[in-house]
């Protein structure tokens, strides 16, 4: 499995109970891991709840570019998700732009 899937777990757990500055601070860590992270992120995506559901997605729209592959592919096997996926992707595209 990624070697990544570990902390991101860490950093999602640690924002259940996250006051905003920590959130913030998570967020932006979670972004600057990059690439590397994506695969992860989306596989969580699908299934946190929440207000960590929205930090996750804002995350995967800061990484942009690169997490459209993954969330296409996601989409695909997940047709509950695809929605989510191209909502995503719209976002990305529009900031990518």
């Known amino acids: 499995m990624n070697t990544v899937l570990l902390p991101i777990n860490e950093y999602l757990n ?3 109970n996250a006051d ?5 601070e998570i967020e932006n860590e ?3 891991i990059g690439e590397e992270a994506v695969p992860s992120l989306v596989d969580s995506l ?3 709840k929440g207000r960590t559901r929205g930090i996750v997605a804002m ?4 990484i942009g570019e690169s997490s459209i592959d993954y969330l296409k592919k996601a989409a695909k096997s ?3 998700f695809e929605w ?5 992707i719209k976002e990305i ?3 990518a732009a």
């Not at 905003?20 to 913030?24: A, P, S």
């Not at 995350?59 to 800061?62: E, H, K, Q």
């Not at 989510?84 to 995503?88: D, W």
Request: aromatic content about 4%; cysteine-free.
């Open 93 to 95: 595209k529009g900031i």
């Open 20 to 24: 905003n500055n920590v959130k913030n």
């Open 30 to 32: 979670l972004v600057n």
């Open 59 to 62: 995350v995967l729209i800061r």
């Open 84 to 88: 989510i996926a191209n909502y995503l």
């Open 14 to 16: 640690k924002l259940e």
């Open 78 to 80: 997940n047709s509950d």
């Open 46 to 48: 699908q299934v946190v």
